[in-house]
T-cell receptor, first 111, second 116 residues
């Protein structure tokens, strides 16, 4: 079993739709969590950090559920420009500084 | 501000040749990471440094891979000898631990390696 798991998709949604991705992690000691976005043939870029109380940045909302060991990303009012792969990232903490990536969820927003 | 700088952007080499990938982290960042990305395995952490010291190299696939960080502004990842299965995109990333584990990673543009 992988330490960080994501549904690879693809998720094909129409413009304006709301879409949600989940990511599960197996290490209960994991300290911090992030969502990254990666466009085709580009480097991953930070979308947002995920805080324990949940956080929002414009159309994007991230939530953390430590009891069930998953994080989620909600995108409202999808834009064509949101089409990308979304990577879930977990920092193991506990004396290590390892950032472990999920394999990503592909999103395609359709006109 | 300059981001993480990697070179070369593309590298095509023949099996058996030595390959050296280079990375300049963001100035002031105290952590540096090397990742490899393939379609099959996604992003895999190879090795990371803290203050130029290798901390964890458990992701380095074989002895053919080595990494160094001689100073705070430069790191190399070397593959010798290279094999076709090493073909991948290699990313360097850096981080500043001012927020501890909440500090995000900043990636370079990557080096696309093809070994024929």
């Amino acid at each position: 079993r992988k330490e960080v798991e994501q549904d690879p998709g693809p998720f094909n949604v129409p413009e304006g739709a709301t879409v949600a991705f989940n990511c599960t992690y197996s290490n209960s000691a994991s300290q911090s969590f992030f969502w990254y976005r990666q466009d085709c043939r580009k480097e991953p870029k930070l979308l947002m950090s995920v805080y324990s109380s949940g956080n929002e940045d414009g159309r994007f909302t991230a939530q953390l559920n430590r009891a069930s060991q998953y994080i989620s990303l909600l995108i409202r009012d999808s834009k064509l420009s949101d089409s990308a792969t979304y990577l879930c990232v977990v920092n193991r903490g506990s004396g290590t500084y390892k950032y472990i990536f999920g394999t990503g969820t592909r999103l395609k927003v359709l006109a | 501000d300059a981001g993480v700088i990697q070179s070369p952007r593309h590298e095509v080499t023949e099996m058996g040749q030595e390959v050296t990938l280079r990375c300049k982290p963001i100035s002031g960042h105290d952590y540096l990471f090397w990742y490899r990305q393939t379609m099959m395995r996604g992003l895999e952490l190879l090795i990371y440094f803290n203050n130029n010291v290798p901390i964890d190299d458990s992701g380095m696939p074989e002895d053919r891979f080595s990494a160094k960080m001689p100073n705070a502004s430069f790191s190399t990842l070397k593959i010798q000898p290279s094999e076709p299965r090493d073909s991948a995109v290699y990313f360097c990333a850096s981080s500043f631990s001012d927020r501890g584990y909440n500090s995000p990673l900043h990636f370079g543009n990557g080096t696309r390696l093809t070994v024929t």
